[in-house]
């Protein structure tokens, strides 16, 4: 498939560029005031629970929903004066794919390349390129409501490709896919970063965060609460080591008096107790070694805790 052109970028370098943007829906500040730069071929990740305010950040990147305050750059376009150049050198993929499903595959790039103004025969040839680059073209003349959600999602990536950008904006591209599937998404993603493309995305899923992003910030309430590459963050924020106890349910009442009376930090998610030792090293847990339905294994700190550490929520909600 066609590289994009030379990524062209803001004059600080950068490719995105926002400064302390801000949106209000009536008195709810959704976002207030984010401030990132995203680097070229760089994977920029947001990270935050429901309702934090990724999607309202995106779309505004994306030049599809006004800003209240602050500034975009995106390859040197001012995207608050000018929110239709900023489509010709970016992608989007949007949190639910936006597909026509009363066409075909092939249907739905060529009219989608045609509508950003490819002629015909640009529409026809890119859309057969894009078909061949993401192993859609057995598909192609399939109705887009048989696909199965996890080639949907192949589908809205594919479409993004369809103007070469330089740049694509993905919300969530993995959410509500099976592992398979999901994996599938990864190596796409990382063709595009082989070819230069600049990638900012939206995850829940610290696995995808950690494979594939360079640098991501955890944002909630509207506001970035950190940011770093996934090595910096889980150094700063994620104990050493964290200890997960499988519990049964006969045993849980002792292993819960245990910790609690030595003052050890616990929390359970489901059947696990995963306990983190004073700053961040390896809990002593000696007293529970003889406890009958305890099975302890130790791991080393992660983005989850990360997540944890930084909004007081589970990654996963
Ligand atoms: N059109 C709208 N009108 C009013 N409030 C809105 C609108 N769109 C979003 N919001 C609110 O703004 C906040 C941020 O929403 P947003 O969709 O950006 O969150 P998100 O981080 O993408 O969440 P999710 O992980 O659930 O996709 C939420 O509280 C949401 O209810
Ligand atoms: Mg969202």
Redesign the pocket.
């Known amino acids: 498939m066609n590289k994009p052109a030379v990524t062209v970028t803001n004059q600080d370098g950068s490719v995105i560029n926002a400064d302390s943007i801000r ?1 209000l ?2 008195d ?1 500040i ?2 207030a005031g984010i401030t990132l730069r995203v680097e070229p071929g760089e994977t920029y990740g ?1 990270l ?12 505004m990147l994306a030049g599809l929903s006004p800003v209240d305050s602050g500034s975009i750059t995106v390859s040197g376009i001012d995207v608050i004066k000018d929110n239709r150049a900023v489509r010709e050198v970016m992608g989007v993929v949007t ?1 639910h794919d936006g597909l026509d499903n009363g066409l075909t595959v092939f249907q739905n790039l060529f009219l989608f390349g045609f509508l950003a103004g490819q002629s015909r025969k640009d529409a026809k040839y890119r859309a057969h390129q894009v078909l061949e680059f993401f192993g859609l073209r057995e598909r192609s003349k399939d109705n887009t409501y048989e696909l199965s959600g996890g080639m949907k999602r192949r589908l809205a990536i594919a479409r993004s490709m369809m103007s070469s950008p330089q740049v694509i904006v993905m ?2 591209p993995s ?1 509500g896919l099976d592992p398979q599937s999901r994996n599938r998404v990864w190596e796409e993603l990382a063709i595009l970063k082989d070819a230069g493309v600049t990638v900012l995305l ?1 995850t ?1 899923y610290m696995e995808e965060a950690t494979v594939l992003c360079d640098r991501l910030s955890i ?1 909630d309430h ?1 506001k970035i609460l950190d940011e770093g590459s996934p090595e910096q963050m889980i150094e700063r924020h994620a104990p050493r080591e964290v200890a997960q106890m499988r519990v049964t349910p006969a045993a849980l009442r002792k292993v819960r008096e245990y910790l609690d009376t030595h003052s050890i930090n616990f929390r359970e998610v489901g059947a696990l107790v995963s306990v983190t030792g004073v700053n961040g090293e390896r809990p002593d847990l000696s007293g529970l070694e003889d406890v009958e339905g305890v099975c302890t294994s130790y791991r080393v700190g992660n983005l989850e805790d990360v997540f944890l550490a930084i909004t007081g929520k589970e990654l996963r909600d």
């Open positions: 949106k829906y009536g709810f959704a976002v947001l935050g629970p429901n309702g934090a305010g990724k999607t309202t950040t995106m779309r949190q919300d969530e959410t939206s829940h944002i509207g």
